[in-house]
């Protein structure tokens, strides 16, 4: 019996080690596949926070635009669009390029806040023009506005119903996750520059542009890619 139980953890402890760099390996993969390369916890936080300032500094100064307005019911448009789709859903992003459970929660969540955010910034508008009695729509922005924000609520339905960690119906399937992750760009990528567009329709300014383009297309190679 001892000679048996001594075969027995000497194989114990020839598997152990296979079968735990076997999960590291297909959770390392499986976070590159699905995110891009995962990033440190350092790095993360950096670039949420940099995106959280970015999005609040710039959308509060669109928000105010044209120079001299101020701060009036109009304003939550910009305000809420930069926010919302660049802050928060940027920071849901990087977040989840860390990987792991709890970080995709929180990616959901603020994705999620992003998306409500931009409907809010929606309504706005609506009542923005009905108040002023002018027609909707009538723009390229406009329109641009309306098919990113539809197409955001696609990736936001799959992420819940598919692929929560808790109860997403088939969230190991990789077909489902690629679809999800690359959608999800596409809208962010249209979504960001549907916002600079709409801050030019504000500003001719080339240094208030350049203050916004410059740090979006550096934090979007850090993002998207």
Known sequence: ??????????????????????????????????????????KKNKLVAAFIAFSTILGYLAATLPTGAGWRFFSWHPFLMTTGFIGMMGSSAII??????????????????????????????YKHKENMGKDHITTIHGLAGIITIAAAVLPAMAGVVFLHPDFGIDKTNQTYRFAHKWLGRIVMT???????????????DIKILAAFAVPLVVLASMTLI
């Open 190 to 204: 249209s979504a960001w520059i549907t916002v600079f567009f709409g801050l030019m329709k504000l500003t001719s």
């Open 96 to 125: 989840k390029k860390r990987g792991g459970y709890a970080n995709t929660k929180l990616h959901g969540i603020l994705s999620s806040t992003g998306l409500m955010m931009a409907f809010g910034g929606l309504y706005v508008i």
């Open 1 to 42: 019996i001892h000679l048996l139980m001594n075969q027995q953890e000497q194989l114990y402890e020839q598997v152990v080690p296979l079968v735990s760099s076997e999960k590291q390996h297909s959770h390392r993969q499986q976070n590159e596949t699905m995110a891009g390369p995962a990033i440190t916890d350092a």
